[in-house]
């Protein structure tokens, strides 16, 4: 079965400071891969979608960005955190026109 | 930009009663889905609705669509404090064709 790790949990970050955000999924090959933001008590925001190794769309302009350097592997980065990208990042693969989570990771920028 | 609208933004509700939330949308449909996320965590996906069907049951959910009306409503009977979550509704939306969540709809269940 398909199962999605995303880590880590928690993370507080200084502003100005690098961010690396992780997800890989195992049980599935080639999938399609999406990163969201949801700020608290809002919607899902789609940040980043991924068709396959290097091809990376951006839904919307930020001071993050996206890599999948595997096929199973995709990665949220920024190379200096803004006090608004603090929020709960969710990564995300699809199958069959649903998606499936992995468990968060609450971002505090401090 | 937004597709899917819940209402209510919150519902309180007593063990045992229905809970009813509506998802209003603003294009034409392929399908419409329906999630759950509890608290701090990821979403889970619960029933799928395609524009050619009007409701569709899985356990004690019901989901009814209209599209005529561009709405859709999610039924859960019975209820349990542990359906205590926030709910979304999602289409498909944007530039790509990606899917596009609602603010959804924080239910609680008080034992």
């Known amino acids: 079965s398909q199962t999605i790790h995303q880590w880590p949990a928690t993370l507080v970050q200084p502003v100005g400071s690098p961010l690396s955000l992780e997800c890989t999924v195992e049980g599935t090959s080639n999938p399609n891969l999406y990163w969201y933001r949801q700020a608290a008590g809002r919607g899902l925001q789609l940040l980043f979608y991924?068709?396959?190794?290097?091809?990376i769309s951006s839904e919307v302009p930020q001071n993050l960005s996206a890599s999948r350097p595997q096929d199973r592997q995709f990665i949220l980065s920024s190379k200096k955190l803004l006090l608004s990208d603090s929020g709960f990042y969710l990564c995300?693969?699809?199958?069959?026109?649903?998606?499936?989570f992995g468990s968060g990771t609450q971002l505090s920028v401090l | 930009s937004q597709q899917g609208e819940e209402d209510p933004q919150a519902l309180s509700i007593q063990e045992g009663e229905n809970a009813t939330m509506n998802c209003s949308y603003k294009t034409s449909i392929n399908n419409l889905q329906w999630y759950r996320q509890n608290s701090g965590r990821g979403l889970v996906h619960l029933i799928l609705?395609?524009?050619?069907?009007r409701e569709k049951h899985s356990g004690r959910l019901r989901v009814t669509l209209d599209t005529s009306k561009k709405s859709s409503s999610l039924l859960i009977t019975a209820s349990r404090a542990a359906d205590t979550a926030s709910y979304f509704c999602a289409t498909v939306g944007g530039s790509q064709g990606n899917l596009i969540f609602g603010k959804g709809t924080k239910l609680s269940v008080k034992p």
């Open positions: 995300a693969w699809s199958e069959r026109e649903k998606l499936f």
């Open positions: 991924s068709v396959g190794i290097g091809q």
């Open positions: 609705i395609r524009s050619n069907e």
